[in-house]
């Protein structure tokens, strides 16, 4: 992703038949990056899980049986009422949690994705596309923490992230569509943004935010 940003930038083009002499180390490449992205997002997000879902045991659970228990019952109430993806805050907004808010702006718009802030719709807009990758990749943990109540994540599994990317990436398209909230989630995402690009030089001029 680098290499074609940074080709991009300075207007270069790719040889005719790169692709076809080079197809199969770059799918290797891509196949690692991959395994590589979701490992740096899994790790990103575990800490925002106790952050900012306060996924800790109650102060009155003693024993470990006890805080297992309460970290369940955290992880099954985020889960079951669809909290860990809604802000509450006043009025409700779809998508909108802080935690959300935080993991994108640290993964996609630091030096742990450093390349992604140089594509010009990470520039213009947090692509919902990405915004549903985070959200899958909190409900698979978020599910690993309800059925174990500790840390779990070495067990993670891939096929379950791609099922629950696909089902949220859906409900994020519904919000999109929809009159109202379709407004106030598109000005989020631009929103976030701007937050994430805060120090960065922009290297393509704004257009307007289509899905």
């Known amino acids: 992703m680098e290499v ?8 270069w083009e790719v040889k005719g038949g790169y692709y076809l002499t080079h197809k199969l180390n770059m799918c290797k490449l891509l196949f690692n990056n991959i395994l590589t992205l979701h490992s740096d997002l899994k790790k990103v997000e575990i800490k925002s899980l106790h952050v900012d879902y306060d996924l800790y045991p109650l102060m009155i659970a003693k024993t470990e049986e006890q805080c297992i228990t309460a970290v369940k019952k955290k992880a099954n109430n ?13 009025q409700s907004n779809n998508f909108a949690h802080r935690a959300l808010k935080n993991i994108c702006l640290i993964f996609y718009y630091s030096d742990i994705s450093k390349c992604l802030h140089q594509f010009a719709e990470f520039q213009e807009y947090v692509p919902y596309r990405a915004l549903a990758l985070v959200a899958a990749m909190v409900h698979v943990l978020l599910s690993s923490f309800r059925k174990h109540g500790i840390n779990n994540s070495a067990q993670f599994n891939l096929q379950d992230v791609d099922e629950a990317y696909t089902t949220l990436n859906k409900m994020i398209l519904n919000v999109l569509n929809h009159p109202h909230h379709g407004l106030k989630l598109e000005a989020m995402l631009t929103e976030w943004a701007q937050s994430g690009m805060t120090g960065y030089v922009m290297k393509h001029k704004l257009t307007v935010y289509e899905e």
């Open 4 to 11: 074609i940003a940074h080709f991009e930038a300075q207007g």
């Open 78 to 90: 985020l889960l079951s009422t669809m909290r860990y993806c809604i802000c509450t805050a006043g």
